[in-house]
């Protein structure tokens, strides 16, 4: 269970055809009844947004937030694929509203893939009456599972709030980054919510989770996190609550995507203090852990902080060397800015040796703070990446 | 022959054992007489800059531009030392002017290898006498052995200008990024020049050579780039001729270290035209020099342009995806945003499997255009850097 926990939602999952080797790459998360109910989505920031970003982001527009379907596939990004795209993505929303009996505009879609190619949108459109036939109150593992590319695992969240639930599927294992990681997630609440709330809501889980997890820097053309809010617990949620079960389901799949970073054997959470300033720290914690050569070394469990006193230096931001400290799951290496020499060796290398490390930098300037998830740097992502065939 | 190829300059490199392995590890690029010259440099913009920098650069004020020697050691950055390091590198400039018999601020100093380890100050000042032993006219090739990390070569180059001459050696093989790249290089000419010409000549030349190559994206602590100018050839310089001659001579170096990239197998140059402006080109293009995931793709020799367009969608500059073309070798593989299906599949497979290839991508807005130089991202890299020891 997983979108599906919330009261009012089905879902479905089924191999339509797009992916050459058959697995499941045809989802869909919708209300029980086909009715819209309230919907919020937060879209990548690349410019070179795929059609179904396009689509979705303008259905969006045009309802004020009201949806009551999201139907998604992998094996393709149906990105860089210019007028013929954008009609595609529109037809897949258009035949799965008829077959809901929903206006077409009701109907939400994303995709995962590769960037460039044509879209097999027959092979997509023939899947769209299996998927909806699939879909059921306990078909959430089902829709998670379809959505899945490089991912090992399919990511799912339940989360119980005070009167209501969240559940919440997605996908992503690289081109990770803020500001929208290479990623997809649907959530549901049976919460009662207008629209605005809801987006107010999703926009403070999503800026506190996903955005705060970078595998490789790189922000895909695809990204989209989409609630769907059913409001059939009767509870009507504040928007305290709301925004922290909305974060606790984000946080929750966000920290499956790190683990499940293409290749990686380590999840990092690194966090930089004592910044002038919370932008600072932000931008301090992304150059870091956006870095080749300290993933590296984390890779090769090395704590060779001089590498991130490096990147921090040449963030662009407020940075006095005299007045760094750096520690490995609370053990100080460097202290005032030059070497501290741990007590027990023998315990920093057993930090070292986990598969999640904390890491700690206290820049000793001001009050700003940030934290960021992310991944080591291994032969596994080189071979996974080096070619798309 | 290279930084002693223009008249007036001696130069050395001994073994002093800072590097365990006991090879060459002290450098040495004086004036023939030891005598201050016209001298100019360029240093790392990161704010962890390390003690020979900030050294070097207060040195370089005092005199306003009259160096004698640049005195450079390998194995250790001296770099988040703290005060002891910044003591470290003065008295290394101390111990050199005394034995040539200039002043201390006439001695520059660089320092190259591991961050946050303290210099091995005793072996290396142990050293200086033989160093200065060593130097002599036919020293060039010794010097830039001895400033070697993990470089396979030594990069030197000569360019003749007209009527003067310009040597130079250098290192650098990861931790190179713009703004100056994790890198030394040490050049020389016989040119009569004043030395608010030589920075300028220096500026104009990093700014289209070292500034345009990046590896990894990580700017060092350590980056410099120096000039000491003899005047023996009796020539005056103009502007045009020298700042031409000094990008001819960083131009070559910085080939050869893209070249000798850490585990690189290819050379790539990154043109990015038709941007907005020359700004937007210059971070379309370091924004797809530096991705994870486009390094990984040219290491597999795979064509696969969606990751290029979609690094350049979220570099933060002007674009439309509708109006991009990108080329591999001068075949085209996107056009107007979409697939370009190109005529000749075997022509593309053998650009790929070059070791060199020229990427070209316009983004159809503008006359903007920069031109980046960079490298793959290989396993070998990973093995270079995961451990430090």
Redesign the interface.
Known sequence: MSVTAPRGFVAGGVACGIKASGAADLSLVATEDGGAVAAAGVF??????AAPVQVSRRHLEMTGGRSAAVILNSGN?N????A??RADAERTCRETAERLGCATEAVLVCSTG?????LPIDVLAAGIPAVLADRSPDGGSRAAAAIMTTDTFAKQTVVPGPGFAVGGMAKGA??L?P?MATMLAVLTTDAVVEPALLRRALAGAVGRSFNELTV??????NDTVVVLASGRSGTAAGEHELTEALWEACADLAGQMAADAEGATKVIRLRVTGAANAQDAAAGARKVA????VK??W????P????I??????AGIA????RVRVSYGGIVV?D????ARPADTMSLDAVMGRARIEIDADLGLGSGEASMLTAD???A??DE?????
Chains 1, 2 share one sequence.
């Not at 990105?79 to 210019?82: E, R, V």
């Not at 490789?216 to 053309?221: E, I, L, N, P, V």
């Not at 956006?290 to 050569?293: P, R, T």
């Not at 060779?304 to 590498?307: A, H, L, T």
């Open positions: 990548t920031t690349n410019l070179a947004a990004a990105a860089a694929t210019g013929a795209g590769l960037i460039g190619i044509p690289a081109m980054a500001d490789d820097g790189a922000t895909s053309t956006q870095s080749q050569l590296c070394s890779y090769g469990q090395d060779y902080w001089g590498r006193v490096s990147e921090l230096g040449s940075f006095d060397i005299d460097c005032g800015g030059i070497e740097l291994t032969h992502y080189i990446n080096m070619t798309t065939s």
